[in-house]
């Protein structure tokens, strides 16, 4: 049974920092960062390719957003800098058996997900 628990969220002023946390007992290949603001579709913000470490990134976090792993303490990491307020959401961890390329993005391709963790950019 997988597991994925997310921590790190809060509450932050534009140009912010955060660091979300997800620790996991999962053994496959792929491990992502999904986000939902409401009425919104789920929408993918990183992957990490777990065995080699490759890294995926939305367009619009590239470059303020990034995804890391410490296998040693079985977690995920999403460090989030120059937040915007188009940032708020929930942010969800995710887990996979494997998400092949540009499929990454799509929420359907995960197997597992954390409960989420709020993320509010003001």
């Known amino acids: 049974h997988v597991q994925l628990v997310e921590s790190g969220g809060g509450s932050v002023q534009a140009g912010g920092s955060l660091r979300l946390s997800c620790r996991h007992n999962?053994?496959?290949?792929?491990m992502g960062w999904f986000r939902q603001a409401p009425g919104k579709e789920r929408e993918g913000v990183a992957a990490?390719?777990?065995?080699?470490?490759?890294?995926y990134y939305a367009d619009s976090v590239k470059g303020r957003f990034t995804i890391s792993q410490d296998n040693a303490k079985n977690t995920v990491y999403l460090q989030m800098n120059s937040l915007k307020p188009e940032g708020t959401a929930m942010y969800y961890c995710?887990?996979?058996?494997?998400?092949?390329?540009?499929?990454?993005?799509?929420?359907?391709?995960?197997?597992?997900w954390g409960q989420g963790t709020q993320v509010t950019v003001s």
């Open positions: 995710a887990a996979a058996i494997c998400v092949y390329g540009s499929t990454w993005s799509d929420a359907a391709k995960w197997n597992y």
């Open positions: 999962h053994r496959g290949n792929c």
């Open positions: 990490i390719y777990t065995r080699v470490g490759s890294t």
